[in-house]
């Protein structure tokens, strides 16, 4: 199918870029690679009076390191970040984690922030931005506001953005020393949605393990090193806490297998990888 | 800022396998419908349209990118390199193409043109790939006749032959 017709506008700045949610508000969709987007308006799944393309704004381009975190521009695409030379030193998750994200052909054009702004609960970005405690940076005319991952993805596909905010950028902490990290996925084939995924970090004291794909936004449990003798009891009550949905890929009862499976491999490696 | 209304049409050009395109068209146009319906460049297969099967893969400003996820206006005043514009001459193959000759890696040839594109962009980023990471890049295509076994045959050679046979040797 074709998307049905709608106005198009490419800022070349941010001030622009905001200019134009302010004017469309609702009626207007944010495009950055546009590797769900497109997909979506082509099905018809979404109906929109505008687009906003943002992938030409050169200011969103950027991979900005701080002392404590990296800091991604929205119009930065998946395998940009991924070619970053330093990625695993800086956010080992990170790299692990964003070659599950669609595929070779897909991550050139779609953007970490997009993943991150459309929130869905299977998609391994606002996984691994949930259990490191990342941000995520909204701009409008009104100003700037920074959330926590946890208070911006709302649910399925929901977020806090308001509806003429712009996802300027996401900030992923740096890896502390001696922390290690953990991913797995099952999906149908390498690059489709996940059907479940998990990622652990190790600390000193304890265990931070996200599952995504069971309940209707990434959920992240905290567990002390002292309770790891009785892991398969947790991971069993955290598995019927997020009870998890059926959909033609899976039944509830599965994606709730997978997480009892896949908790303690994702676990042992964040053990083997931290000091 | 650039803006074009709801059912209006703008001018979109771009360069094409090594030549100028133009066409006026509405921002809903995807590329791969401009490819093949205004530039008449048919080489580029249309599958699924919505991203899943590959076969519409062309290369954006050198990057393999699905044509029917972008759209036309997108293009606008970039390179597009589709699987027209690979062969050195009529009658000749590229090395990649010859490869997928030699190895049987098509059957009905639907999905091939998107394939070709891929491994285009991942070959030029990848010289010498292990077998896994040509796997992992072919999981972005479906082809519904090879098995992809002989694919993954015929990159391999192609990279082989691309590096020079004393790589080759070493390897």
């Known amino acids: 199918m074709k998307p049905r017709p709608f106005t198009y506008i490419r800022p070349e700045t941010v001030a622009e870029a905001i200019a134009a949610l302010s004017e469309w508000k609702e009626a207007a969709r944010v495009m950055a690679g546009g590797q769900t987007l497109i997909a979506m308006l082509n099905l018809r799944l979404v109906d929109c009076e505008a687009i906003v393309d943002i992938s030409r704004v050169s200011e969103l381009s950027a991979v900005t390191r701080t002392r404590t975190h990296i800091e991604v521009g929205a119009a930065v695409t998946q395998n940009a970040l991924l070619s970053r030379p330093d990625l695993a030193q800086e956010v080992p998750l990170l790299a692990k984690a964003l070659p599950w994200v669609g595929h070779f052909q897909t991550r050139n054009k779609g953007t970490v922030c997009g993943s991150i702004a459309h929130a869905d609960p299977s998609s391994e970005l606002p996984l691994t931005l949930a259990l490191l405690g990342g941000e995520v940076v909204l701009r409008s005319t009104r100003g700037t506001r920074t959330l926590k991952a946890a208070d911006f993805q709302r649910g399925l596909l929901s977020t806090a953005r308001e509806n003429d905010e712009l996802v300027v950028a996401v900030r992923f902490p740096l890896g502390a020393k001696g922390e290690g990290t953990g991913f797995r996925e099952v999906a149908r084939r390498h690059g489709d949605f996940a059907i479940v995924s998990l990622a652990a970090r190790a600390r000193a004291d304890a265990i931070d393990l996200a599952v995504g794909g069971v309940a209707d936004r990434p959920a992240v449990r905290t567990i002390a090193r002292a309770d790891l003798s009785r892991l398969d009891d947790i991971v069993d009550a955290l598995a019927a806490d997020l009870g998890g949905f059926e959909d033609i890929h899976a039944t509830a009862r599965y994606r709730r297998d997978l997480v009892r499976r896949l908790a303690r491999p994702v676990i042992d490696e964040a053990l083997s990888c931290s000091a | ?171």
């Not at chain 2, 360069?15 to 006026?24: A, F, I, T």
């Not at chain 2, 036309?72 to 005043?77: D, E, K, N, S």
């Not at chain 2, 990471?133 to 990279?159: F, K």
């Open chain 2, 1 to 171: 800022m650039f803006r074009v209304g709801s059912g209006e049409r703008t001018l979109v050009q771009f360069e094409l396998d090594g030549r100028p395109v133009s066409g006026h068209v509405e921002p809903r146009m995807l590329l791969s419908d401009f490819l093949r319906q205004v530039a008449g460049a048919t080489g580029t297969h249309v599958g699924c349209e919505h991203g899943v099967c590959g076969c519409c893969t062309v290369l954006l400003d050198g990057a393999a990118s699905r044509s029917c996820l972008t759209l036309a206006v997108q293009a606008h005043g970039r390179s597009v390199g589709t699987v027209e514009g690979l062969a050195p001459g009529d009658g000749a193959l590229n090395t990649l193409q010859a490869a997928f000759r030699k190895h049987h890696a098509l059957q009905c040839g639907f999905c091939t043109p998107g394939i070709l594109m891929s491994f285009t962009d991942f070959l030029a980023r990848n010289p010498a790939p292990t077998e896994d990471q040509v796997r992992d890049t072919l999981s972005g295509h479906i082809c519904r006749c090879t098995g992809y076994a002989p694919i993954v045959a015929a990159v391999m050679e192609a990279a082989r032959t691309l590096r020079g046979d004393a790589t080759e040797t070493a390897a």
